[in-house]
């Protein structure tokens, strides 16, 4: 048990401290995720940008993020914070992306920043998040898209996909749809929103809101769905699926590449309380 001298040490070292959120977009390509693997000799992302920080504020960093990625998948806002002895109380205007620009590659930009109270949490905070798949659908593979979207030669029914997808909406056990990897208290997970559309005339987009997901939930929903489409099953079947909580009924899941991570939503009365950088 923690002492009351070291409690008010901690909460005496938490005073002088400034807690900053930013927002990171970057092409996930040649990164083994957003956290370290085991035996994994590419890097990071998170840990690319920790080092670059590091640089910057000349103390130790640990970053906290909405949520991890997978290897290959990317991001157009990730949000993260960290904490830093550096008083910004009188910094009315830094860029801290452009900061960074010099320790950071190509394939990370951090976008946005702000001052923001320390009840912040990107991690716990976050309400919801929003995810987009790509498929290229034509006779021939992109040689350009290929690293930022799935391929599909088969003409897609999105007719098809969205009829599966409309069972996907509600709170529901998703045991189904979740890969191995990483221990949860519960896999009941809230979907609001799910759809398919053609963004351009070859080019595919599964759209999905949700409260929180699984590991790998959203390639295997995909995945899953494309199977069901590809063999002509019924798109209730999905529903069947969902219902036997186990991930041996689900499809295989869907290309990491296809994958993004597009927004993550906070309270509205906590972004108030934020101040730019």
């Not at 035996?39 to 640990?62: C, D, G, N, Y």
């Not at 010099?102 to 905070?125: D, Q």
Request: charged share 25%; aromatic share 10%; hydrophobic share 35%.
């Amino acid at each position: 048990m923690i002492s009351a001298k070291d409690k008010k040490i901690l909460e005496l070292e938490a005073s002088n401290m400034t807690r900053i959120r930013f927002t990171v977009s970057y092409d996930g390509s040649e990164y083994c995720g957003w956290q370290k693997q085991n035996h994994e000799e590419r890097p990071s992302v998170a840990q690319t940008v920790t080092t670059a920080l590091e640089k910057i504020f000349q103390h130790k960093i640990t970053l906290y993020a909405s949520g991890r990625t997978d290897a290959g998948v990317h991001a157009l806002e990730q949000v993260c914070h960290f904490d830093t002895t550096r008083d910004f109380s009188k910094t009315k205007a830094w860029d801290l992306g452009w900061a960074l620009r010099r320790y950071l590659p190509m394939s990370i930009i951090v976008k946005h920043a702000w001052v923001v109270p320390m009840e912040f949490h990107a991690t716990i905070s976050a309400e919801k998040k929003t995810y987009r798949y790509l498929i290229y659908n034509a006779t021939l593979p992109s040689p350009i898209l290929c690293r930022y979207m799935g391929w599909i030669r088969r003409p897609l029914n999105l007719d098809h996909l969205n009829a599966s997808s409309k069972y996907l909406v509600g709170l529901q056990d998703f045991k189904s749809f979740q890969s191995i990897g990483t221990t949860v208290a519960h896999t009941n997970r809230e979907i609001l929103r799910a759809t398919w559309r053609w963004k351009k005339p070859h080019i595919a987009e599964f759209s999905i809101t949700g409260t929180g997901f699984l590991k790998q939930m959203v390639r295997n929903i995909v995945g899953t769905q494309l199977m069901l489409e590809q063999k002509n099953l019924p798109p209730e079947e999905i529903k069947r699926i969902i219902s036997l909580t186990d991930r041996k009924y689900a499809g295989p899941p869907a290309e990491p590449q296809g994958l993004y991570l597009l927004r993550v939503y906070y309270p509205q009365d906590l972004d108030n309380k934020c101040r730019e950088l």
